[in-house]
């Protein structure tokens, strides 16, 4: 299953610049609003360190990691749902993310321009919260003729009627679908953007991210949500050098681990992914499911055949097939155990299907 974040922001807060970072491409990141028009979409690498350990154990040809797909679009501006900058159209490029990742610029430079004039993180923050609302209370009056007329032939969709009803009522009231903890299956087939679990990405300068009552005081403005803070500039060159220098300059700036690889693990923890591991000659690999699948639907995720004809699970903890040094002494340790239908999935587990077609 693949995981999409569409990234959003104001002009200027450093989407494209965390985008580029993220994706190694090199986006057009210009000073002015709009200078990302069409959407662009990167796939990236969760890290995992665990998929060298099993590369070396099993002697594999290459790693294939978990992934994660960005979507950067335009900047939004104040009025956008009035047709503003460039109008909220393109928000349908992330109608269908998983999640939405906020950028909002915490950074002070008189050389790059802030579209309403002054840096003020809660105020953009609540911009872009206005303009999504504004976004979703179009979508919503456009559906409800259409669902009232399915309605008098299908009972089915009074259930969406009602929950269409209870949404609007929220987001009048200036709060988000997934922030008022409403049920969102019944609103599914409208791809709402407030009902996607939001990350808040914080674009500090360097000397920001070691103020810890400031990072307090952002962390608080969007409390419960997830808030990473980085300096999407410092990103952006971390990730073209190698490997033992970016570590160190890591060290110098105390940071213990890079923010593009906190951002793609938050994203897994915020949709309740987790991972399971594959291992061999040709590759070692990691599989993308939900927290709770069971050894089946985590077979689907292979080959919808490997979940019809599911016989049984061999499954070692990624820990004990270390700690044994191969899959041979893990077995001989009786590590190594075999699962059924019901087994639901631990993240690392190291999983070999057995399968009837």
């Known amino acids: 299953m693949a995981l999409t974040i569409g990234i959003v922001g104001l002009p200027n807060a450093g989407k494209s610049t965390l985008f580029n970072a993220l994706t190694r491409n090199d986006v057009l990141a210009a000073n002015y609003p709009f200078a990302t028009i069409e959407p662009n979409v990167g796939v990236v690498g969760v890290p995992d360190p665990r998929l060298a350990t099993l590369s070396a154990i099993f002697h594999s040809e290459r790693i294939v990691p978990a992934t994660v797909s960005f979507v950067d679009i335009a900047g939004i501006v104040r009025g956008a749902s009035q047709g503003e900058g460039m109008g909220n159209a393109f928000l349908s490029h992330i109608r269908e993310a998983d999640a939405i990742c906020q950028v909002t610029r915490v950074f002070r430079d008189a050389d790059v321009t802030h579209v309403?004039?002054?840096?003020?993180?809660?105020?953009?923050?609540?911009?872009?919260?206005?303009?999504?609302?504004?976004a979703d209370l179009q979508t919503l009056e456009r559906a409800l003729p259409r669902l009232e007329k399915e309605a008098r032939t299908n009972k089915d969709k009074l259930a969406t009627i009602a929950a269409v009803q209870e949404a609007t009522e929220v987001l009048n009231a200036g709060r988000g679908v997934h922030a008022a903890g409403l049920d969102r299956e019944p609103l599914r087939e409208l791809f709402l953007l407030t009902a996607k679990p939001f990350i808040f990405v914080f674009n500090c300068d360097t000397d920001e991210l070691s103020d810890t009552a400031l990072l307090d005081r952002l962390r608080?403005?969007?409390a419960p949500a997830e808030a990473i803070f980085l300096d999407a500039k410092i990103e952006s060159e971390l990730v073209e050098m190698e490997p033992d220098e970016a570590r160190e300059l890591l060290a110098e700036m105390d940071?213990?681990?890079?923010?593009?690889?906190v951002l793609a693990r938050v994203g897994f923890d915020t949709l309740g992914l987790q991972t399971y591991l594959t291992a061999g000659p040709k590759e070692s690999r990691?599989?993308?499911?939900?927290?709770?699948?069971?050894a089946p639907e985590a077979a689907g995720v292979i080959h919808t055949d490997f979940q019809k004809g599911f016989i049984k699970a061999e499954i070692v903890g990624f820990d004990d097939l270390v700690e044994?040094?191969?899959?041979?002494?893990?077995?001989?340790r009786g590590k190594v155990r075999l699962e059924?239908?019901?087994?639901?999935m631990a993240d690392g587990d190291v999983v070999e299907f057995r399968f009837n077609v």
């Open 220 to 222: 608080a403005t969007v």
């Open 255 to 261: 940071i213990t681990e890079p923010g593009l690889d």
């Open 286 to 294: 990691a599989w993308t499911i939900p927290k709770g699948a069971t």
């Open 324 to 332: 044994a040094g191969s899959l041979q002494v893990a077995k001989s």
């Open 116 to 134: 309403d004039g002054a840096v003020n993180p809660p105020s953009d923050i609540e911009t872009i919260a206005t303009e999504l609302i504004l």
């Open 340 to 344: 059924g239908k019901d087994y639901v």
